[in-house]
């Protein structure tokens, strides 16, 4: 289907007292209407700096090149050649990219209404009479499940439990019926039986408005349930991408492969990727060669440690960025 979002050749590097450190490294993905793409890796790894740098929310420190494309109905619009505090930019953060974030509670303003929040947030882009901003609000209350809409928009968010809030944020940020929707780590902050429920009905809102999402998570199970595509992000790089379904069945890349075998299984307690042998190695000593050769069980010495691997197209939407692959095309 249709291209909604390219993001070509991302570099962000943060300038530190310390010095300059790269956190992304030569990112490319699209986004495709309709889909689930889900980004997952450790923390650290640069997944949330993607999601900041498409919405314009990076931290002064930092400094980025490449081209973010957003395909809209007006013709494409180069993110990338706005500033942060364009009145475009504003337009587009929230009416056509819209973010829900790990902590709900941290994303309210605890002295405003969840109805005064949300009523704000649409006429902000929309324009509507503050009466029909409220009905939508109403409405969209409505869509995310929570029993009795009317007391929920008089509520401030310290009333609501964490679940119950991330149900407003969701609400919140379909509001204006965004093209794109990123979740970054949305339901990390929840309990199990919670994190289930919110996650399913994200699944249906996104059939039901016919949006994107661009899943950020550490937690390949999440991706299971919820991705179209996905892509594996190892120290500020995309070192596979393919469908759910590849990368679940046929993971190539030693680092997707690590991942998969620290999937905890039913019943035994969660053990999170550090299970993976070594250490993510520090960002301002980054390995020369493949960032992950000093953890990989598959490592070519000589090869590895001294050419940074290209990325190769193995099948159909599936790529990897490995010297097992590609034969003379990696040398
Ligand atoms: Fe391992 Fe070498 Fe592939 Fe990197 S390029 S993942 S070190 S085999
Ligand atoms: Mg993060």
Redesign the pocket.
Known sequence: SENILDIKDLNVSFNLPEGTVKVLNGINFTIRKDEVFGIVGESGCGKSVTASSILQLLPKNAQRSGEILLHTENGIINITSLTPTDEKMRQIRGNDIAMIFQEPAASFSPVYTIGEQMIENIILHKTLSEKEAKEIALEMIEKVKIPDPKKIINSYPFELSGGMLQRCMIALALSCNPMILIADEPTTALDVTIQAQILYLMKELQKEFESSIIFITHDLGVIAQMADRVAVMYLGKIVEEGTVYDIFNNPL???TRALMTSIPKVGIKKTRLEAIKGIVPDPFNKPKG?S??NR?P???AGV?DTKE?KNITFSKDHTVA???YGGKNNE
């Open positions: 890349h030693p680092y493949c992950f050769h990989c598959n490592y070519i590895c691997p490995c010297f097992l």
